[in-house]
């Protein structure tokens, strides 16, 4: 059974950094597709981020240039990285994992990507609270 567990979430202000962490127990990063969401109180859930099979990461395009998704394939932990947070980066951020199914190309098609993680995700984490105040 797999588990994800993010945490890393808090309360800073604009203009600061947090780097949101995400470990995986009962999965290794050797396939599928992973990646981070938010849902903001009130709207609809995003996609962020994400790492496609071939290990390229893909970005929101709010998200390109200030944050920065990595993972430590040994330790099973899937990383956020975001810098220049503003108040509108507020939300709940979740990491989610479709391990079955291969995603290529994803820094082409960053978005559709995302939105097709979102559906075909199996696992997702219980989500860590970011919040920031201008």
């Known amino acids: 059974q797999v588990q994800l567990v993010e945490s890393g979430g808090g309360s800073v202000e604009s203009g600061g950094s947090l780097r949101l962490s995400c470990t995986a127990s009962?999965?290794?990063?050797?396939?599928?597709?992973m990646g981070w969401f938010r849902q903001a109180q009130g709207k609809e859930r995003e996609g962020v981020a994400g790492i496609d099979s071939a290990g390229m990461p893909f970005y929101n395009t709010y998200a390109k240039g200030r944050f920065t998704i990595s993972r430590d394939s040994a330790e099973s932990v899937l990383y956020l990285q975001m810098n220049s947070l503003n108040a509108e980066d507020t939300a709940m951020y979740y990491c989610?994992?479709?391990?079955?199914?291969?995603?290529?190309?994803?820094?082409?098609?960053?978005?559709?990507?995302?939105?097709?993680?979102?559906?075909?995700?199996?696992?997702w984490g219980q989500g860590t609270q970011v919040t920031v105040s201008s």
């Open positions: 989610a994992i479709d391990h079955a199914r291969p995603y290529y190309a994803g820094d082409r098609f960053p978005v559709a990507t995302l939105t097709r993680l979102e559906k075909t995700a199996v696992y």
């Open positions: 009962g999965y290794k990063f050797t396939s599928g597709c």
